[in-house]
């Protein structure tokens, strides 16, 4: 915990949240109301009986015995009534089966050399642009095994709706298979399908190219979303979330990727190059269940979904944004601001997802530090050695996805939540191995994470995803049982060589 | 001791309430509701006439005269009039090299003068909307279309959107089908906001592929808003009551799924190709859809007589083809159907498949003269038709029915809430519908064609 002085103001979002922290204490009495009134009743009812003398004992159970049948019958019947009109009440727990992400071939492995070979070969680049490239990748944080489909590596890159579609295929159709050869899965079982790919839509969609691909049944719910960034996993595991709590006994499948053949950038804007130097080929596929059965089989349990929208705030709305050059050209432009914004969002979005997670204990003592200052701050006498207490989010989570924008991203986020280099270190490796795969990226951590050993039962996992718009999603799981070490799976067979330093600056030419 | 135990009796009869009114209250929000919809209504300056067709047709010098002949054939048997909204850039002469801005302006055009209206009409507030769906089939920016809606009326940090894409013209039914399911997730009062459009610029044709012109001759803007609600107090001013949704995909058969797709023809450019083996696959998944629809849609008497009546022409037939949709009559259950208007062969076929009388398919037809196929906004164009004509009195069923790549079948039902008569983007013209005659204006220009 930092130290401050007393007269520091608290911190930004730290000073937004109090009324919300007010409001959360109320509901949570009026939620509990009853158990905090019936659990003293109870606990005196249990003395009382203690206190029975042995043939007071004998005499009541001899008054129990004379109750007619009916009225024993009645009292079952309106506890059980009461247990099953609860347990009904409750919202259907949502259960990860497992997961697959998409393991590109060596062929397609893109080292800096011959990303640069390329860019100097192609007709569209000067030099000044090509060393631009040059800087971004040094920086990246990417690694030389990140992967570009193959037609981006033609000269000059293919782009076709063909070679679109057969990348689409290529990566959600491998993932597909991996799922579907993990978990058992029947195709004709099936009743959820939500795809996401942000940047290629074409019609019929891509969840109908899985539709015609698997042969899933008629009457499946299929879902496209499209143009939701690189946070759509995890709207996508939202939509699913509500069709599995609208339909009982159901699986759902989720498939995000991002699709690079169409999105090759062949303009000189520097602000819109680097999506090229840090967009990678990447996919997953998800199996979510609702089914009571699922539970001992499944990985993770899905705790919360929090989405948060900036899209009001105009910077934010602008700072990822489609756009075509002087040229005419078409990529996606970042802004300059884009670190600050995503920070904001954070932010935002941690103000929602606090309360749902911090333990009792963290949420009492900032409650108790807020009242605590206020108070004193009321009296007019600013007290000394009174800290703004500062709720500490390693303690609601053991392990945490963050999306691998890029190196600057896990940066401010470290900062920002003050995580330690373990926690982000997921997120950095899979930035080094497989770049930025966009929607897909979060579930590739989480491989790495399970690769490693280090996924245990119970533990709490808090996946957070930044997308254009702009919006940052959370999803909180946790843990039902102990991961062992995959032996298939994109990890599997580099996991040994990882963690790897990465330097600040990769020295290339 | 007595004391304790009545205590303890009275807690529990607290609790049980206090379920029984979860319970009641979760059983309220789940239905839904449609408060109002908004028809978009493109400015006068973008009508196709017959004249300005003929010049577009013209300007695409790759055409050779076989071509030439069977696109104005299409055009002039298709049923729609000179009334029809194409977008600027193409009226403008743009077709073959559409920007990014030419695509977002058409949009723009559409989603927000549709919302802007139907906020002004409901009276909500942007800041109220809790949910916000968006279905544009073929085109989808970054940051998406509804972050776009967000950013314009400033809508809350905690709203969920949803961008639906590719779904074809089917996907009205797909988006209500959507906030349906999250209105029974989420049992708190729930606001949802709906856009549909299509976007035509982008993805005009310039090719001579026969296949992928058909779009070009029959897709027009259009577009519609609607607010969807579960707020049992929102009840009395709501226009129509959700009933039931079926959703049927047939993209298991490889037929089906190719029949409407966009691909690229040989020489690159890309295009929407609707094939000969459509009509087919409408048919399957039109049959299949049937099949679920119609348990759930007619009294039990009319099932019980359609079921004997399939199986005497079955056992007659002696295993003969079973052709469950043939000869069903859904008019027991449905008093109004809004047909999607794909083109007049489509509500033709559907037509008489269902059963329906001139007075059913009317709107349809009607709906196809006025705004062409405006994709998954067709059905909404048909039902403002129904209500600018005051034929959707209280108690009224009214099923919508459309169709889409994929190949999808999607119908959901309502009941209508209260009379409805609001005009809406019909208003100024209904008095002139049906026409004393649908004779095509191009038909009389260019109807040498059909001889030649």
């Not at chain 1, 509990?32 to 004998?58: A, G, H, I, Q, Y």
């Not at chain 2, 005269?65 to 696109?71: E, G, I, K, M, Y």
Request: a positive charge.
């Amino acid at each position: 915990m930092p130290s401050s002085s007393s007269s520091e103001p608290l911190p930004e979002f730290l000073s937004s949240v109090k009324l919300k922290y007010v409001e959360l204490g109320y509901r949570y009495v009026m939620s509990k109301l009853v158990t905090l009134v019936l659990f003293p009743v109870m606990v005196v009812l249990l003395l009382e009986t203690l206190k029975l003398d042995p043939s007071e004992v004998v005499s009541l159970w001899r008054r129990a015995q004379g109750i007619s049948a009916v009225n024993t019958l009645a009292a079952v019947f309106l506890l059980v009534l009461v247990a099953t009109a609860y347990f009904m009440s409750r919202p259907r727990p949502i259960f990860l089966v497992d997961f697959a992400c998409f393991l590109p071939a060596p062929s397609c492995r893109v080292p800096f050399a011959t990303y640069i070979e390329h860019a100097r070969l192609v007709p569209f680049f000067d030099e000044k642009t090509v060393r631009f490239q040059l800087r971004i990748l040094e920086r990246s944080g990417l690694g030389e095994e990140t992967c570009l489909p193959p037609d981006n590596r033609y000269i000059p890159p293919r782009n076709s709706l063909k070679a679109s579609r057969a990348e689409a295929e290529l990566v959600i159709f491998s993932a597909l298979d991996q799922l579907i050869g993990k978990t058992g899965l029947k195709p004709k079982d099936v009743d959820i399908l939500v795809v996401n790919c942000s940047l290629f839509s074409p019609t019929p969609s891509l969840s109908d190219m899985v539709v015609n691909k698997y042969k899933l049944r008629s009457n499946v719910l299929s879902f496209n979303l499209s143009g939701m960034g690189c946070s759509a996993g995890l709207i996508s595991i939202d939509l699913a979330r509500d069709l599995l709590q609208a339909h009982p006994n159901s699986y759902a499948l989720v498939v995000s990727t991002e699709i690079i053949t169409p999105n090759y950038y062949i303009g000189k804007e520097r602000s819109m190059l680097l999506p090229n130097c840090l967009f990678r080929m990447g996919a997953a596929a998800v199996l979510l269940s609702n089914r009571r059965r699922d539970r001992s089989r499944a990985k993770y349990r899905l705790l919360h979904v929090v989405r948060t929208h900036r899209g009001a705030d105009d910077p934010a709305y602008r700072c990822v944004h489609e756009d075509e050059d002087d040229d005419g050209n078409s990529g996606i432009r970042l802004s300059k601001d884009l670190m600050a914004i995503a920070g904001e969002a954070l932010r935002a979005n941690i103000m929602t997802v606090g309360p749902l997670v911090l333990p009792v204990t963290e949420q009492l003592r900032f409650l108790a530090s807020l009242v605590g200052r206020r108070l004193i701050t009321a009296g007019a006498v600013a007290r000394p050695g009174w800290k703004p207490y500062v709720p500490d989010f390693m303690r609601a989570f053991e392990h945490f996805c963050i999306h691998a924008g890029g190196r600057a991203v896990i940066d401010e986020l470290q900062r920002s939540l003050r995580l330690s280099s373990e926690h982000v270190e997921a997120s950095r490796m899979a930035l080094h191995r497989f770049g930025n795969t966009s929607s897909s990226s979060l579930w590739y951590e989480l491989g790495y994470i399970e690769a490693k050993g280090r996924m245990h039962r119970g533990d709490r996992v808090w996946m957070i995803g930044f997308g254009s718009g702009f919006k940052c999603n959370s999803a909180v799981w946790r843990c039902l049982r102990s991961v062992a070490t995959p032996v298939e799976g994109p990890w599997a067979e580099c996991i040994h060589r990882y963690p790897v330093d990465i330097p600040e600056v990769v020295k290339l030419l | 001791m007595e004391l304790l135990w009545l205590i303890s009796a009275t807690i529990l009869l607290h609790c049980l309430l206090r379920l029984a009114r979860t319970a009641l209250d979760r059983r309220r929000r789940q239905q839904c509701y449609l408060l109002d919809y908004e028809l978009y209504k493109p400015s006068d300056d973008r009508k196709l006439s017959t004249h300005l067709c003929n010049a577009i047709i013209s300007r695409n010098l790759r055409l050779s005269l076989p071509d030439l002949r069977f696109l104005l054939k299409v055009v002039v048997n298709s049923g729609i009039s000179e009334e029809t909204y194409a977008p600027r850039s193409v009226i403008l002469g743009r077709e073959e090299c559409p920007t990014l801005a030419d695509a977002l302006d058409e949009l723009d055009d559409a989603l927000f003068s549709a919302l802007d209206a139907l906020f002004c009409r409901t009276a909500i507030r942007p800041r109220d909307v809790d949910l916000l769906v968006v279905n544009v089939s073929m085109f989808s920016p970054a940051p998406s279309l509804t972050a776009r809606i967000v950013n314009r009326y400033k809508m809350r940090e905690d709203v969920r959107t949803f961008n639906l894409a590719g779904m074809g013209c089917s996907a009205s039914p797909i988006a209500v089908d959507l906030v349906n399911n999250a209105f029974k997730a989420t049992p708190q009062a729930t606001l949802a906001v709906v856009v549909t459009s299509e976007s035509i610029a982008p993805n005009w044709y310039c090719g001579t592929d026969k296949s992928k012109m058909l779009g070009n001759c029959l897709f027009r803007c259009g577009g519609c808003a609607f607010v969807l609600t579960n707020d049992p107090e929102l009840r009395r001013r709501a226009k129509m009551r959700l009933r039931c949704l079926v959703r049927t995909h047939i993209g298991a058969s490889d037929e089906a799924y190719q029949c409407a797709i966009q691909t690229e023809d040989e020489d690159g450019r890309v295009g929407f190709h609707l094939g000969k083996t459509l009509p087919k696959a409408a048919v399957r998944a039109f049959a299949e859809n049937l099949q679920r629809l119609a348990p759930r849609v007619l009294p039990p008497v009319d099932l019980a007589i359609y079921a004997l009546r399939h199986w005497l022409t079955r056992w007659a037939a002696k295993g003969g083809d079973p052709a469950a949709a043939r000869g069903i009559s859904l008019k027991g259950g449905v008093e109004h159907f809004c047909l999607h208007t794909g083109g007049a062969a489509v509500i033709e076929a559907v037509g008489r498949a269902l059963g329906l009388t001139k007075h059913d398919v009317e709107p349809a037809r009607m709906a196809l003269h006025r705004w062409g196929n405006t994709s998954a906004s067709s059905v909404w164009y048909v039902l403002g038709y129904m209500e600018a004509k005051r034929r959707l009195r209280r108690g009224d069923r009214v099923l919508m029915l459309s169709f889409g790549a994929g190949f999808k079948c999607n119908s959901c039902l309502w009941e209508v809430l209260r009379h409805l008569d609001d005009g809406g983007a019909w208003a100024d013209c209904i008095h002139r519908y049906p026409p004393q005659t649908l004779v095509n204006p191009f038909l009389e220009q260019f109807g040498w064609v059909n001889e030649a």
